[in-house]
């Protein structure tokens, strides 16, 4: 019974999906590609990766510190 309810389900959303149109594929145009590069140029201008790469460096190490503390501190309690 529940099998016969699954399936006429099943097909039911089956049929639905196949009667769907086809979609043509999306290409997006080079000069997006064009605007997004000279975005991230500007930004590396503003804000250079060699001057942050230090604090970003600290930033991960001390949360990586943290969680391995934070497991440390609850298997040493428990």
């Known amino acids: 019974m529940i099998d016969k309810l699954l399936d006429s389900i099943t097909n039911g959303l089956c049929s639905i999906i196949?009667?769907?149109?086809?979609?043509?594929?999306?290409?997006v145009p080079q000069e997006?590609?064009?605007?997004?590069?000279?975005?991230f140029s500007f930004i590396g201008w503003l804000m250079p990766y060699d001057l942050?790469?230090?604090l970003l460096?600290?930033?991960v190490s001390?949360?990586?510190?943290?969680?391995?503390?934070?497991?440390?501190?609850?298997f040493k309690t428990h």
């Open 18 to 27: 196949d009667s769907l149109p086809t979609v043509t594929t999306f290409h």
């Open 32 to 39: 997006v590609y064009s605007g997004v590069d000279s975005i």
């Open 52 to 54: 942050y790469f230090p």
């Open 57 to 59: 460096a600290f930033i």
């Open 62 to 74: 001390l949360t990586v510190f943290r969680i391995f503390y934070a497991i440390y501190i609850h």
